[in-house]
């Protein structure tokens, strides 16, 4: 409160007294009743031995791994909170309306996050749709990271195509696309209306047993509400495709789309706030 803190003075765990107590060469730790707490095993035990020895050895082998293979990190907006809801059908103007005409479809889905009070009086939706690109790009969920790997092992043998982001957005990474939004991203189609409020593109992939294409909008409601959804519709080209769809829909719906969806817009968010702060700080 004083503005006088310093970096030793909020680490300084001990008292003077007890940290003296400690430094002495009397001091006989052995002799000083203790009482241990434990999740595993108690103190003296067979197993409590057993855990130590596991948890040293393993311990000594992930610190040779590290130094051997470098360091590393990253970092994460984590979204907790975020609300993402599951719509009953894409928002009408939506580019998915038009995508796999007269084909039967096999999955449509749409998530939704609305960003309320962040202040988007001259927001750019172009813009923000650029940010929850990268988001998806940048800021994946750890989980769907290790199910794509899971199956990116499975299908490989099959043919099939891979990639580390999961299925709604991994056309980001294609090479086979030559249209781009916002001169980086490639997609199958995008839209952006004269007053820069709606922008969306189609992302997708035709595959040996499906077909699906993904739209990402972002619509600036008013200044203080921000719509940004995700839909993702499928047409299977055979059975094995309906097999394929039927083993992963309910993951997909339950886990991998909104979590997708919230950490990207997460992540939109920490750039646009970012811009704020630097916006604020330079000079006039």
Request: include cysteine.
């Amino acid at each position: 409160m004083a503005n006088e803190a310093s970096i030793p003075a909020l680490t300084e765990l001990l008292p003077p007294e007890v940290a003296a107590l400690l430094d002495a060469q009397e001091f006989d730790a052995a002799s000083i009743p203790a009482t241990t707490l434990s999740l595993e095993a108690p103190p003296g035990t067979l197993r409590r031995v057993l855990c130590n020895a596991a948890r040293s050895s393993v311990g000594w082998l992930r610190g040779a791994w590290s130094s051997w293979q470098g360091a590393s990190g990253f970092l994460s907006y984590g979204g907790s909170g975020r609300a993402v809801r599951e719509l009953k059908a894409a928002p009408a103007g939506s580019l998915l309306n038009q995508q796999l005409a007269g084909m039967p479809v096999h999955h449509d889905d749409t998530f939704a996050v609305r960003i309320t009070g962040a202040g988007f009086k001259d927001a750019s939706a172009a813009q923000l749709l650029a940010s929850v690109l990268e988001g998806f790009l940048l800021n994946r969920p750890g989980g769907v990271s290790s199910l794509m790997a899971l199956r990116n092992a499975l299908v490989k043998p099959l043919g099939l195509r891979t990639s580390p982001l999961g299925c709604p957005v991994s056309s980001l990474l294609s090479a086979d696309i030559d249209t781009f939004f916002a001169k980086r991203y490639p997609v199958f189609d995008q839209s952006v209306n004269l007053a820069d409020t709606r922008a969306q593109v189609i992302l997708g992939a035709n595959d040996k047993h499906l077909l699906f294409r993904s739209c990402v909008a972002v619509e600036i409601v008013d200044e203080h509400h921000v719509d940004i959804t995700l839909g993702t519709r499928v047409h299977c080209k055979n059975l094995f495709g309906r097999f394929y769809m039927g083993a992963i829909a309910y993951t997909h719906r339950r886990y991998v789309a909104p979590a997708m969806l919230r950490l990207a817009v997460e992540f939109a968010l920490g750039e646009v706030e970012d811009f704020q702060m630097a916006s604020r700080l330079a000079p006039a």
